[in-house]
């Protein structure tokens, strides 16, 4: 088995069925399986694509453990020499995977590869290729929309459809050897959602391998579609960058961890307002 795609499934049955569907058209010249994990959606309508994909190992948790735990879930089942994350509200735009993975399999010390991102209208998605957060491009990224080509947060300094070593890419599309999500426990279950991408990204370049963003090829991301924005979101979102800022930041560097704990407590308070209002 060269690949095996994991799925982490939460109440958005059709873009699932369109994703899968992408997957099965387009994956070509190499093994594959898919695992779905649900992540306890509370509508069971998911549930008739069982039956319609015999070739997708569905795996349905009794209760909601997040994205970091249900991915972990996911591959301790699989098979694949490389496991490719994926969302649910993504789909695959053509028959380049094969070229994809013989590239991962020419690259020396490889670790996680990430592909092109855009919305429903074309948008390239900024998130497909970033920096680790630090002090500077995290008050960018927080506070304001630079738009030139120095290296910050979103690492303007990449071309769009260049294939570049980065040091972070999304969770929504993340190729690796299974053997090296392992050596580097997965991601850390810690984080619920949001955060736990850049978290792996940077353990898996601590440990001494290349983060390629490719940007040659295109996946489409409905970005979203199953993310409610209130105020469980923005304690989810702003508690995973106070895990990670703790985590890195806070012995090591322990005034820029002062200055992002404010900044971050700051931003988490005027959206908070924002909601309110």
């Known amino acids: 088995m060269k690949v095996s795609?994991?799925?982490?499934?939460?109440?958005?049955?059709?873009?699932?069925?369109?994703?899968?569907?992408?997957?099965?058209?387009?994956?070509?010249?190499?093994?594959?399986?898919?695992?779905?994990?649900?992540?306890?959606?509370?509508?069971?309508?998911?549930?008739?694509?069982?039956?319609e994909f015999h070739n997708v190992h569905f795996i349905e948790l009794k209760e909601n453990l997040g994205f970091s735990k249900a991915n972990n879930i996911g591959v301790r089942s699989a098979n694949g020499e490389y496991v490719f994350i994926l969302n649910p509200d993504t789909e695959i735009e053509g028959d380049y995977f094969k070229e994809i993975l013989d590239f991962a399999d020419s690259q020396k010390k490889i670790g996680a590869l990430g592909l092109r991102m855009h919305d429903t209208d074309g948008t390239f998605l900024p998130?497909?290729?970033?920096?680790?957060?630090?002090?500077?491009?995290?008050?960018?990224?927080?506070?304001?929309?630079?738009?030139?080509?120095?290296?910050?947060?979103?690492?303007?300094?990449?071309?769009?459809?260049?294939?570049?070593?980065?040091?972070?890419m999304t969770g929504a599309n993340l190729l690796m050897k299974k053997s090296l999500y392992e050596e580097v426990g997965g991601f850390d279950e810690r984080y619920f959602m949001y955060g736990e991408d850049i978290d792996l990204c940077y353990t898996i370049l601590r440990k001494g391998y290349r983060n390629i963003y490719y940007g040659k090829y295109s996946?489409?991301?409905?970005?979203?579609?199953?993310?409610?924005?209130?105020?469980?979101?923005?304690?989810?979102?702003?508690?995973?960058?106070?895990?990670?800022?703790?985590?890195?930041?806070?012995?090591?560097?322990?005034?820029?961890?002062?200055?992002?704990?404010?900044?971050?407590?700051?931003?988490?308070?005027?959206?908070?307002?924002?909601?309110?209002?």
Not at 5 to 24: A, E, F, G, M, P
Not at 31 to 47: C, G, L, T
Request: glycine content about 2%.
């Open 127 to 168: 998130e497909s290729k970033r920096s680790v957060p630090a002090l500077i491009n995290s008050f960018e990224k927080l506070f304001t929309k630079l738009n030139n080509d120095s290296k910050t947060y979103y690492r303007n300094d990449v071309a769009e459809t260049e294939i570049a070593e980065v040091e972070v």
């Open 219 to 277: 996946i489409l991301h409905y970005k979203g579609e199953s993310t409610v924005k209130d105020k469980v979101y923005l304690d989810r979102f702003f508690g995973a960058m106070d895990i990670f800022i703790k985590k890195y930041y806070k012995k090591q560097k322990p005034f820029q961890y002062l200055l992002m704990k404010i900044g971050l407590k700051f931003k988490h308070f005027i959206e908070e307002k924002k909601i309110k209002n």
């Open 5 to 51: 795609v994991i799925i982490v499934h939460y109440q958005v049955k059709d873009l699932l069925r369109n994703c899968i569907l992408s997957i099965n058209r387009y994956f070509q010249g190499f093994d594959y399986e898919i695992i779905v994990v649900d992540n306890d959606s509370p509508n069971p309508e998911w549930k008739v694509l069982i039956n």
